[in-house]
């Protein structure tokens, strides 16, 4: 992505070598998908897990405000360390498990940041799918659950947080994403398949539109590109849902 410090009136700037890029992420065995389209998608109605079913009035409030800021800084703090982009395949310590800090992808952007505020999307994703396995994308040919990978990947975690109750509506409206916001693309469109994952700040780009906090190569960056390719899932925590999901483990 073109540097947004280097050129502060840039916006909507496409990286001169995304092709290449977009190749290199997709052969890298321990993240490469399928390239359907559709068995990528997540159903805006996909069905909430039981637990959080009961949890309807909890889930369904409003957005606590601090807790979006707290998320929006610390992915903002995340732009400050270099982290060279690897998707490769690693064994990780469990639960609480990462790989090396000067190492990672988009996902990991989002782990990082959530585990700060309590939620550790490795254990809940593992326990989730380890509870409902057929609930989630079958796109890497897994049998099973793997703690290692399965919360680094993108459509993964958008179940999760489908399942969870943390869905919005679908919108391109700019005002309708809020600092600590969690929205994934697909960064090839209707021409195939390419999972990728930010978070919301609370600053504004030449745009006009929320700046978001991504990995998409150059390690984490916050740049204006919030509806630079189609948005797959938008995603709101709360307080209480952390605190659910923690309480009872798989949702």
């Not at 919360?151 to 919005?168: C, I, Q, W």
């Not at 999972?195 to 960056?221: C, E, F, Y």
Request: charged share 25%.
């Amino acid at each position: 992505m073109a540097n947004i410090e280097d050129n502060q009136h840039a916006f909507c700037i496409r990286p001169p070598n995304l092709k290449a890029l977009l190749i290199s992420v997709v052969v890298v065995t321990g993240l490469s998908i399928s390239n359907d389209a559709e068995a990528f998608r997540v159903p805006m109605d996909a069905e909430r897990a039981p637990a959080f079913t009961a949890q309807k009035s909890m889930t369904d409030k409003p957005m606590h405000q601090a807790l979006g800021h707290r998320i929006a800084k610390a992915a903002l703090e995340r732009t400050e360390s270099p982290v060279t982009y690897d998707p490769a395949y690693r064994k990780l310590a469990y639960p609480n498990g990462d790989v090396a800090s000067d190492r990672g992808v988009c996902s990991d952007v989002i782990i990082r940041v959530l585990r700060g505020v309590g939620l550790d999307l490795q254990k809940s994703v593992h326990e989730d799918m380890r509870a409902n396995f057929s609930a989630y994308p079958r796109l890497w040919s897994a049998a099973r659950p793997d703690p290692n990978i399965d919360h680094r990947r993108v459509p993964n975690l958008e179940t999760f947080f489908t399942r969870a109750g943390a869905r919005r509506p679908q919108s391109t409206n700019p005002k309708d994403f809020r600092a600590g916001d969690i929205v994934a693309w697909n960064l090839r469109g209707k021409a195939g398949v390419l999972p990728h994952i930010g978070i919301v700040t609370d600053k504004k780009g030449a745009s006009g539109w929320p700046m978001i906090v991504h990995n998409i190569g150059r390690g984490p960056q916050h740049e204006d590109v919030l509806l630079l390719w189609p948005i797959t899932g938008h995603y709101r925590l709360s307080d209480d849902l952390i605190t659910a999901i923690a309480e009872y483990g798989a949702v």
